[in-house]
């Protein structure tokens, strides 16, 4: 929890440092598409077998989920200070406990609520929302919190049938195939070799750390 809390910090960071020199859309695709040729060359090492998946519709719900989290997270980065878009996506877990209980009949008792009680009260206070130095544009962040949290939740019911490898496979396809077409509109010939190298490969500790979500 905290090595992936750690990596998710330094993934934003160096994203908010690409999104200022190059097209958010052609970011997201990058990332999907290397991470997807990375998962396919383990994939082809270990056995195409255990991808093979029935629900397919689920896979591509999610990886549209994502897709759509990060265009509304990095475009909300732009305008916004790293900490409070950091501080936002702690509500991702405060968000999925409460639908846990909805859909999961998970049990959320008082030691649990009053923890995420003060999870809420310790972003509050970092937003500080209806201050002067609140900022609106926070609230795309907010949205993607939104977005994500439902992803984690097919993560979740996902991970009863499929394994980790299937799960990475997937999302990343789809999440390459539908920010494309995007990506491919705005495309933006820049140079960010070393800003590319660094976030590409702290997504390779976030994918050594997907285990928390699966």
């Known amino acids: ?34 991470a997807l040729l ?19 519709k689920i896979h591509f719900l999610r990886g549209s989920l994502n897709v759509c989290g990060y265009i509304t997270y990095f475009y909300g980065l732009k305008f916004t200070t790293l900490d409070s878009a950091t501080s936002i996506t702690y509500l991702i877990p405060i968000f999925l406990s409460y639908l846990g209980t909805i859909f999961f009949n998970e049990k959320l008792n008082r030691k649990r609520f009053v923890t995420l009680i003060l999870g809420l ?5 970092i937003l500080k929302p209806g201050a002067p130095t609140f900022e609106i544009t926070s609230l795309w962040v907010f949205v993607s919190v939104i977005l994500w949290s439902a992803s984690d939740l097919l993560t979740k019911n996902l991970g009863r049938t499929e394994n980790a490898l299937s799960q990475v496979f997937y999302n990343t396809l789809f999440g390459s195939l539908l920010s494309a077409p ?23 500790t976030l994918f050594s750390s997907n285990h928390k979500y699966i």
Do not use: C, P
């Open 38 to 56: 990375i998962t396919l060359f383990y994939t082809f090492i270990t056995g195409f077998e255990k991808i093979k998946t029935s629900r397919i």
């Open 182 to 204: 995007f990506a491919a509109y705005g495309w933006q010939n820049v140079i960010v070799i070393d800003d590319f190298f660094y976030y590409h490969l702290n997504k390779l």
């Open 1 to 34: 929890m905290i090595f992936h809390g750690i990596t998710l910090t330094l993934m934003f960071a160096l994203g908010k440092t690409l999104s200022q020199k190059m097209d958010v859309m052609q970011m997201i695709f990058t990332y999907h598409l290397i």
């Open 121 to 125: 009260a310790g972003v509050l206070v």
